[in-house]
Each structure stands twice: as C-alpha cells, then as structure tokens.
C-alpha cells in the first residue's frame, strides 16, 4: 500500500508495457456441486395425476460470472481461493409441485351443458424455492488494482428481521450499518455470497377446452395464467456501499400476473 497509488497501476501490471487490461481464459478454477434429489409421481385416478419434485444442494465456486472483454471477474488478481464461497446461483432449497386434471366429459347431459362445462383439462405448476446469494461491495477501488471489484468491509452484524412489513424490507434488505468501504490497500473484510436475496413463490395455470366441430375438424381454447396470485417476487436488493441512497434497497421484481389467450384449430 505505501507504494500503490491510482497513478502508478499501468506500472504495477505484469505486462505495462504494451497492455493496460489483459482477458486471461484459464481450466484453472475449481467447482463444486452437491445435492439430493427426490420425485414422486401418483396417478390418483385416471384422469388426475400429481408429482413432486424436491433438490436440496449446495454450490461452490471461486467465481460464477463469465468473463466479457474489458471486464474482470475476479476480484484478487493471482488468487482465486478467496473468493471461494458460495456460487451465484446456488438455491439450497427447490421444490416444484405440479398436477393434471382432466374434467368428466358430462357424456349423459345435455349437450349445451357438455359443451360449456365437460371436457375441460386443467394443469398446474407451484414453484418454491430459496433466494440466490450475493455479496456487497464497496464500489471504490481501494486495493488499488484497477478492477474495481472491491468487497466492502464488515463491521457488524449484517442480518435483520425478516418478519418485517413487506415495505421495510424493500427499503432496507440487510443493515446497512453493518458496513464500511475497504480500507485502502485490502479487498474488503466481507466474504463474498455473504447474503442472500429474497426467496420465489409462483403459481402457474392452464385451462383447456377442445370443441368438436365436425368429424375432422376442432377448436382448441387455451387459457393460461403465470404468477396467478400475482405475488411480487423480488430481486436482490443494490449491493454497492458507495451509493448510500440506493444501498441495501430492492429496486425491481420478476413479471407480474400474466394472462393469455388462445384458439387452435385443427383439421
């Protein structure tokens, strides 16, 4: 540090005298993966079946993030190991339930009675899983190594309540207090995938009805209905200290209730 300035980075880089950033591509970096994995299927009936899948797993890298030009991925040059932790993407808990459920055809009834309520097929999906890690960074190249992918530093306790009202969490995610920039000359104190963001529940539906015209001909009514109880799911909140008006705050979510519409015809 008492040699390291922002001046002299160009002459502190291994190859200063014909680059400034150079993209290295290396089989170096390690990984791990580990997880159980349980389904059920059950035909209840013949016309409705359920099934149940599960995956609990745990995933390790020494980075997540692929590598474009011009930007680094990690953060420690010349030292993977620390910034081993958790992977971007690592969902500890994953469960999708689903069924299908084919409606009576109301055979013995009268036909407008057939018509607009027998025949009808209904399939659902429910998706609950943990919300993916991140880390907070400090948004200022303290280290001094030009890539400016310095973690903050810890200085408390980074957790809050998660019992909160749904409004204060969006406005404060994690204490915020709990954390400084980097003293210049380290990488920051904060392990990388220190946090994690908020968790998904979603409920897909669809709804169908076929509707016989003539002996080769048939129309088809699609409904289909994604996040049917239109429930926000967030993303993780801004993770860089520099910004004190934007940290720690969840500033956009995944799509709302959506519906569409179809008509196939076949012949």
């Known amino acids: 540090p008492g040699n390291s300035s922002v001046q002299n980075i160009q002459a502190r880089r291994p190859y200063n005298r014909d680059y400034t950033r150079v993209l290295v591509a290396f089989p170096g970096a390690t990984s791990s993966y580990h997880a159980l994995q349980m389904s059920l299927e059950r035909r209840m009936t013949q016309s409705l079946s359920l099934e149940a899948n599960y995956?609990?797993?745990?995933?390790?890298?020494?980075?997540?993030?692929?590598?474009?030009?011009?930007?680094?991925?990690?953060?420690?040059?010349?030292?993977?190991?620390?910034?081993?932790?958790?992977?971007?993407?690592?969902?500890?808990?994953?469960?999708?339930?689903?069924?299908?459920?084919?409606?009576?055809?109301?055979?013995?009834?009268?036909?407008?009675?057939?018509q607009m309520f027998g025949g009808w097929e209904s399939s659902g999906i429910l998706t609950l899983q943990s919300g993916r890690p991140f880390s907070v960074l400090s948004g200022v190249d303290n280290s001094l190594s030009g890539i400016n992918s310095d973690f903050a530093d810890l200085i408390g306790n980074p957790y809050l309540d998660n019992g909160r009202p749904r409004g204060d969490r969006i406005n404060q995610y994690f204490n915020t207090a709990a954390f400084t920039p980097n003293k210049l000359g380290t990488f920051g104190t904060a392990p990388r995938s220190l946090l994690r963001g908020p968790g998904l529940a979603n409920f897909d539906l669809?709804?169908?009805?076929?509707?016989?015209?003539?002996?080769?001909?048939?129309?088809?009514?699609?409904?289909?209905?994604?996040?049917?109880?239109?429930?926000?799911?967030?993303?993780?909140?801004?993770?860089?200290?520099?910004?004190?008006?934007?940290?720690?705050?969840?500033?956009?979510?995944?799509?709302?209730?959506?519906?569409?519409?179809?008509?196939?015809?076949?012949?």
Do not use: C
């Open 55 to 114: 995956t609990w797993s745990k995933a390790i890298d020494q980075y997540s993030t692929d590598v474009s030009p011009g930007f680094g991925a990690q953060p420690v040059p010349g030292n993977r190991r620390a910034t081993q932790g958790l992977a971007d993407f690592d969902v500890p808990h994953r469960m999708v339930l689903s069924y299908f459920w084919a409606l009576p055809r109301l055979s013995r009834h009268a036909a407008w009675m057939r």
């Open 206 to 267: 669809a709804l169908i009805k076929s509707f016989p015209v003539k002996e080769r001909l048939s129309v088809q009514f699609r409904s289909e209905f994604f996040n049917v109880f239109n429930r926000p799911n967030f993303s993780r909140p801004y993770n860089v200290q520099r910004v004190p008006a934007r940290f720690g705050r969840i500033e956009s979510a995944d799509d709302p209730r959506i519906l569409q519409f179809a008509l196939k015809v076949s012949f």
